[in-house]
């Protein structure tokens, strides 16, 4: 199923323009769908043809930055603050129903916030990969979770994370490797991860020193679709989307720590959330590695009701084990039922 199987929509102001596919019943509980860097609002197809089957209205927005959505041309746009703000108008078109909000990878960012700054616009919230961090989720914040074990400070100062600071300090040439051969640059990204990764440095560590997320050729080297992951419908739109597009809006959410950490200050109760909350970790996830690190430890101080699921697979969860991703929300689902 790709994006011209649902529903989709659309929601202008004066300050952004949101695009949405949906499924389910428009009169079902609301569920929102957030993905992240860099996703489409398609890459949830098979958690939203799932719960729309049980009766839920699903929707998966394309991100500021992303798609037919608006993509601004300063930095600044791309903060949590101003992507939040987007949420809420889109909630707004939705008809403001107390959502179940499900974030992965950049786009736990704003779930979180959601929860944090507007609990009354949730039942529940769910985060794949990424977990919350009441102080803001920065490289500075997630760098001081990073295993010393696994990368001593000496060779590896932001351990997994050097990819942001390669994003941070050179954004230019990180945008422009990326589109250099988008068809080329999804077919490398989009791969099935092999446990084999857990214990080794992630392929991200050293991308300062490499020159790049490709190395001194910037550019993706050419490899065929892993079939196993996005079909070709989908690949395509990913490609069609980016060729358009380009990556400097998608890779600016990585450029606005200092007011996210401004924003996250702003939450009332210091940021706690007391909403029913559900974190997904990726067991082969070497970038947000939350089961040989501290990462999740912050958030596990800062979620009143928090429930933890641990699937065996890489950062893309939602496309290497769909069943049992949606397994896990299903599970959650039915505790936040029963509280209601």
């Known amino acids: 199923m790709t994006a011209d199987r649902f529903r989709s929509g659309a929601c202008e102001t004066p300050r952004h323009r ?20 860099p996703e489409l609002g398609i890459i949830w197809e098979h ?24 993509v601004p041309t300063r930095v600044t746009d791309y903060s949590v603050r101003e992507i939040t703000a987007d949420l809420i108008e889109l909630h707004d078109a939705l008809g403001a129903a107390p959502a179940v909000w499900v974030g992965h990878d950049w786009g736990c960012a ?27 989720a920065t490289a500075e914040n997630m760098i001081a979770t990073v295993n010393r074990g696994l990368y001593p400070m000496e060779a590896h100062p932001a351990g997994q994370f050097d990819y942001w600071l390669y994003h941070r300090e050179h954004a230019g040439p990180a945008a422009g490797a990326l589109a250099a051969d988008v068809r080329a640059t999804f077919a490398a990204m989009y791969r099935r991860t ?25 550019r993706a080297p050419v490899m065929a679709r892993d079939e196993t992951m996005l079909s070709a419908d989908t690949f395509e739109a990913f490609v069609t989307a980016f060729e358009r597009t380009g990556f400097r809006g998608a890779n600016a959410w990585y450029l606005n720590d200092a007011d996210n950490a401004i924003f ?27 089961v040989h690190s501290d990462l ?15 699937v065996e697979t890489g950062h893309m969860l939602m496309l290497e084990a769909p069943d049992a991703v949606n397994d896990a929300l299903g599970r959650w689902l039915d505790t936040v039922k029963e509280r209601s």
């Open 194 to 218: 092999s446990p084999d990764v857990i214990g080794r440095p992630s392929k991200y560590s050293d991308v300062r020193s490499r020159g790049g997320f490709f190395g001194p050729d910037q």
């Open 264 to 290: 996250a200050r702003e939450a009332p109760a210091f940021g706690r959330i007391d909403l029913p909350a559900l974190f997904v970790h990726a067991a082969w996830d070497t970038v947000c590695d939350t």
């Open 296 to 310: 999740a430890v912050p958030m596990r101080e800062d979620c009143t009701t928090l429930t933890e699921a641990v």
């Open 18 to 37: 949101t695009v949405w596919i949906e499924a389910g019943p428009a009169e079902g509980p609301l569920m929102i769908f957030v993905h992240g860097w």
């Open 110 to 136: 704003p779930v979180w916030s959601i929860a944090a700054h507007h609990p009354e616009r949730c039942r529940a919230v769910a985060a794949l990969c990424v977990p919350y961090f009441a102080r803001g």
């Open 47 to 70: 958690q939203l043809r799932h719960f729309a089957a049980a009766g839920c209205r699903c929707v998966a927005p394309d991100m500021r930055g992303y798609g037919a959505s608006s």
